[in-house]
């Protein structure tokens, strides 16, 4: 670190704002917000951080730091979404369209709106609908857009006086705002509108706005334009009739799922309108190996209606994240109304992000496929350098995670076929080791475990077994598998910053250039199991915290803090609750007591 650098670190505010990661040329690495400056930006620099090797590059890389205070929090989200979208940094969550479909933008920012085909959508306040699978459908769209309601999509430049309308008025796919004597521009920012409500997916609305302008036509007795309004109903009706994803309310919200394997995720957002569902997006995600599954969520979420999306009035996601009620005022001032960002825990609306997160699924897949044909020679290669007798069909991975010595966990992830088998993971809480951090002692610890009950329960043994660490804690694992009698298992290990691969037997590691497609495979896997660590860690320390905020208080045993843990979920939401809503879970006199406690650990 350089003394720029350190200087600048000592200085921090405690302010909330805005930090920058520049690095050796400048360039932004990194953009964050934090509610304390001084608090979040130095925790990057502390040796107690969770392990990450994208991590550690990052902070490898770092040269300069630039900070923005602001007033609030939510100052610093916002000008924090503005600048990921303006300097796209290399280290940040970005949003990709998975195969870049198109949409349809309608600019009810010009005087004389048009609508036409675009590849992303943008944040200039038009109105985006898409994306459109399979592309043909975006255009089919549009000409069903001229022909229902005439949007122009020329690029003229229109003020109502040209002398006369063009062919696309003759086939009557415009309504010819550029001749005024025809149409003038109020009657076109009226269909204007009309379209909108078409591309939003409320044709509800719609239907009702056409209906009454259709039976007015017929009483004044323009009965070329109450026909004309009469085969646009026709159409919509049909269009609802044949929309096939509803539901029996009509509600109107976003639908976001999520997968993820290792540094790698896949988002899809289903939109409902009118209790249908009308639009689909689908992104990919990369590079996330030091983000937990709630961060990326976060911050997708925020990039997604930064976008230029439609916002709803409610947002259902498929799990709760640490600035949710931060991200809702956002939204609700975005809006100019009340967001709601709803986790379902239950019935149908579960179901719904269930369904969104299977389709999340089922495009990662589809996106890998590519890898799961190279998953062969990718197994061939770790046969090979490691010299096998067979392709490691069957992988099992083991990480350690603790933050000074505290909660420590481990876990152990299974790749068969080089694909992960997510029933099989496994979580541990390390047992034997007191008196603060040691990873040789826990690594050998959930070593003999698991490889104690295989033999217990006569279960398949693995082709290969990869260690996350250098050569204590591949020397560790050995010694719990010479214990058990299983030496003979192929065994490997590998360090993090270094990214080479330990071996027992051999005294210098293996050193393997980045392109090697057995480095790859070993680092795919040893992502995962690091994650799978991590997210165990974190779990475990908010319960932790949770309880021993509340083992003072008489009245509350194991029973009632799980109760209370389940319905809010952490500690902050116990002491914001009323003595209403804490007595919906555990009664009204107990609600008293939790409530007053908390009240005064507050104040003190």
Known sequence: ??????????????????????????????????????????????????????????????????????????????????????????????????????????????????????????????VYSGPYVPASLARKTQNLVHRLFGVRNCNEKLDGHRPRACLQYQIKRCVAPCVESIATREEYLKTVESARLFLEGKNDDLLVSLQNEMYRAAEEERFEEAARLRDTVRTLEDLNTRQKMATVRGEERDIFGYYREGHRAVLQVFSMRSGKVVDRDSFTLDKLEALADEDVLSASLKQYYELGR??????????????????????????????????????????????????????????????????????????????????????????????????????????????????????????????????????????????????????????????????????????????????????IS??????????????????????????????????????????????????RSFHSKLDDIQGIGPRKRKLLMNRFKSLKRVREASVEELATVVGPRLAERVHRHLAEMASD
């Open 1 to 126: 670190m350089n003394e720029v650098l350190e200087q600048k670190l000592a200085e921090l505010p405690s302010s909330p704002g805005v930090y920058l990661f520049r690095g050796r040329a400048g360039q932004i690495l990194y953009v964050g917000k934090a509610r304390s400056l001084k608090d979040r930006v130095r925790s990057y620099f502390h040796g107690s951080r969770i392990d990450s090797p994208r991590l550690d590059r990052l902070v490898e890389s770092i040269r300069d730091l630039e900070i923005v205070a602001t007033d609030t929090e939510r100052e610093a989200l916002v000008l924090e979404n503005n600048l990921i979208k303006t300097h796209k940094p290399r280290y940040n969550v970005l949003l990709r369209d998975d195969k870049n479909h198109p949409y349809l933008k309608l600019t009810v920012g010009e005087d004389y709106p048009r609508v036409y085909i675009v590849r992303r959508p943008g944040t200039d306040g038009a």
């Open 310 to 491: 439609y916002l709803p009035a409610e947002i259902h996601v498929p799990l709760d994240f640490p600035d949710r009620e931060l991200v809702q005022e956002w939204l609700s001032g975005r809006r100019e109304s009340r967001v709601d960002i709803v986790v379902p825990q239950r019935g149908g609306k579960r179901r719904m992000v269930d369904l969104v997160s299977r389709n999340a699924r089922i495009a990662f897949e589809l996106a890998n496929q590519e890898e799961g044909r190279q998953a062969a020679d990718r197994l061939q290669a770790v046969r090979e350098l490691l010299d096998l007798p067979d392709e490691p069909a069957r992988i099992e991975a083991f990480d350690v995670s603790n933050i000074q010595g505290s909660d420590i966990v481990a876990s152990m992830v299974v790749f068969e076929r080089g694909q992960p088998k997510r029933s099989e993971h496994r979580k541990y809480k390390i047992k034997t080791v007191a008196g603060g951090p040691d990873d040789f002692a826990s690594m050998r610890e959930v070593v003999l475990r698991r490889y104690r009950r295989v033999l217990e329960e006569g279960a398949e043994q693995p082709d290969l077994i990869l260690i996350d660490g250098g050569k204590g804690q591949l020397g560790a694992a050995y010694q719990s598998l010479t214990e058990l009698g299983l030496s003979h298992l192929p065994l």
């Open 494 to 543: 590998i360090a993090k910053k270094e990214e080479v691969l330990f071996q027992i037997g051999r005294s210098e590691p293996l050193v393997l250039p980045r392109s090697s497609p057995a480095l790859q495979l070993m680092q795919r896997i040893r992502d995962e199991a690091h994650r799978f660590a991590v997210t165990f860690h974190r779990q475990r320390r908010a319960v």
